[in-house]
């Protein structure tokens, strides 16, 4: 099995994070395979990934070997992809195709401003919208990240200085379709006057770590007809066809997952701090298992029902253990 580092998780170490219960396994996603459901719903061997949810945060979640989740929100597909692609997948694929799907109604054709491009987030919607045959501009901070865009195939890279309206609209005076602000709250109102009139601005990331708009004052704060959303959704956001579709055009040579970088377990400290210093250019993922670097098939998802408890997944290849009837996870 695999899972990947998001944000979310930094600030839920940092304390800055809100409705998190002690103590607790981080991670809001793993991949794994399954050995048994006790509903029959999914085949012993089945891949599947998971996400969201409350993993982290009402209960543990991915950063372990073995972890447990509520049978609802797993998606099952198929891949020979190595572990390393496949974790990275689940929580970056999601929360890309909701922005567009939910948050933006992105259509083809349309200009998209991606607000924190070189993110793994960004880097995925990135992926997905060229798929669809939309226009992309994406911002970096770092100059030195620009030629990771570059070859994303982004049609516009802009170096982010908190100021980038005017450069959009130099290029689209009537400003772009739409726009995904990952970065937070310090950039939303550039990024708000860089969309037209009844275009829409989608708030869904905080590399920033900030999120709060202080005084909000709508008038005063929202440009004339342009519509801001948010989006936080799960994995019934993500429908199965869409990641194995997404996943075969990996494999085909069609769609690049963006890695940054894979660690061990016991390289979290490692890997968290490199995610909070903001140089990763990618997705950061950890294989739990040492031995289990490359096959999909090797490490095992236990269903199991707990005795007081829903069905759950446990990624477990040796001991098992119950629990008090919530979904559990162990190193």
């Avoid at 694929?93 to 200009?111: C, E, F, I, M, R």
């Avoid at 069905?311 to 040796?318: E, K, L, V």
Wanted: glycine letters at 10%; charged letters at 20%; a neutral charge.
């Amino acid at each position: 099995m695999a899972f990947g580092l998001n944000r979310s998780e930094l600030r839920t170490r940092l304390g800055l994070a809100e409705g998190v219960t002690f103590p607790r396994v981080l991670g809001i996603e793993a991949t794994g395979v399954v050995d048994l459901d006790p509903s029959g719903t999914l085949a012993p061997g089945e891949q599947v990934m998971t996400m969201m949810g409350g993993m982290g945060r009402v209960f543990d979640g991915g950063y372990a070997q073995y972890t447990c989740v509520p049978a609802a929100q797993v998606i099952p597909f198929n891949s020979l992809l190595d572990w390393a692609v496949l974790g990275a997948v689940p929580e970056m694929l999601q929360t890309a195709y909701g922005s567009l799907t939910v948050g933006l109604d992105a259509q083809p054709g349309q200009t998209l401003l991606v607000r924190g491009g070189t993110s793994s987030v960004g880097l995925a919607t990135a992926v997905l919208v060229k798929r669809q045959g939309l226009t992309v501009l994406a911002t970096t901070r770092d100059p030195s990240k620009a030629e990771v865009l570059t070859r994303a195939s982004i049609d516009h890279v802009l170096i982010d200085d908190g100021e980038v309206a005017a450069r959009v609209r130099a290029l689209y005076p009537d400003g772009v379709d739409c726009a995904l602000e990952l970065v937070g709250t310090p950039t939303l109102p550039d990024t708000l006057a860089a969309v037209r009139v009844h275009g829409v601005v989608c708030f869904t990331g905080m590399l920033s770590n900030e999120w709060i708009v202080k005084d909000f004052y709508p008038i005063g704060y929202l440009p004339r007809g342009v519509r801001l959303t948010a989006y936080g959704g799960d994995a019934d956001d993500l429908p199965a066809p869409v990641l194995q579709s997404f996943l075969d055009d990996v494999a085909a040579g069609r769609a690049v997952i963006p890695i940054g970088r894979v660690f061990a377990l016991d390289e979290i400290r490692e890997a968290h701090a490199l995610m909070e210093s903001g140089d990763a250019r990618g997705k950061l993922v950890v294989l739990p298992w040492p031995d289990e670097r490359s096959s999909p098939w090797r490490s095992r998802t236990t269903w199991q029902r707990s005795p007081r408890g829903p069905s759950c997944a446990r990624w477990s290849r040796h001991r098992r253990r119950w629990t008090d009837g919530r979904c559990c996870a162990s190193r």
